[in-house]
């Protein structure tokens, strides 16, 4: 069994990453939240707009799986499409007010580990468009964090030297 397909696994690996994400998170003043350059023109509100469309896509995903309907879990199934979804959540984080996108963080995050409580072992073996639920999980939540850890760190360090 690979670990993506163990509900314990994913648990852990969520619990590790999302305090460090969601502190991170917490110590971008919100004065900077609409600043550009998180990656390439995306702002923090983009990002986080961005993270919690994936966030709850996760939950949603193991929940349809889990009750039969893994046949109704939609993929974007290209490039062209991600970045389209992509975008259009971006644009919904960017169109709210920084404390808002942030609720929305813990929110779609809590969501997603409630989904993932929920769920069992064959849930997440079951396989929808070359990627077992398990795998979209894990990339729709924890190493979407961690991604995106290593970017606002990265810009932030930017802004900070910028500053001087």
């Given amino acids: 069994m690979s670990n993506t397909s163990s509900v314990a696994y994913l648990r852990e690996r969520l619990d590790q990453e999302w305090p460090p994400f969601h502190e991170l998170v917490r110590s971008v003043p919100e004065s900077e939240m609409d ?3 998180v990656t390439d023109e ?3 509100k983009d990002l986080l707009g961005h993270v ?6 996760g939950a949603t995903d193991l929940r349809l799986a889990g009750s039969g309907k893994a046949n109704e879990i939609e993929t974007p199934g ?11 959540a971006a ?3 960017k169109a709210t007010t920084a404390a808002v996108v942030v609720s929305e963080l813990v929110d779609s995050h809590d ?3 409630r989904a993932l409580d929920d769920a069992t072992d064959d849930t997440l073996s079951i396989e929808v468009n070359g990627w077992t639920v398990g795998v979209r999980f894990a990339e729709d939540t ?7 850890s290593e970017q606002i760190r990265s810009w932030k360090q930017g802004l900070e030297t910028s500053e001087e």
């Avoid at 919690?52 to 896509?57: E, I, L, S, V």
């Fill in 35 to 37: 600043v550009p350059g």
């Fill in 42 to 44: 995306w702002c923090m």
């Fill in 52 to 57: 919690n469309f994936w966030a709850r896509k």
């Fill in 78 to 88: 290209n490039q062209e499409n991600v970045d389209k979804w992509n975008a259009k």
């Fill in 91 to 93: 644009s919904r984080g």
């Fill in 111 to 113: 969501d997603a580990r």
């Fill in 142 to 148: 924890y190493r979407h964090y961690r991604e995106h």
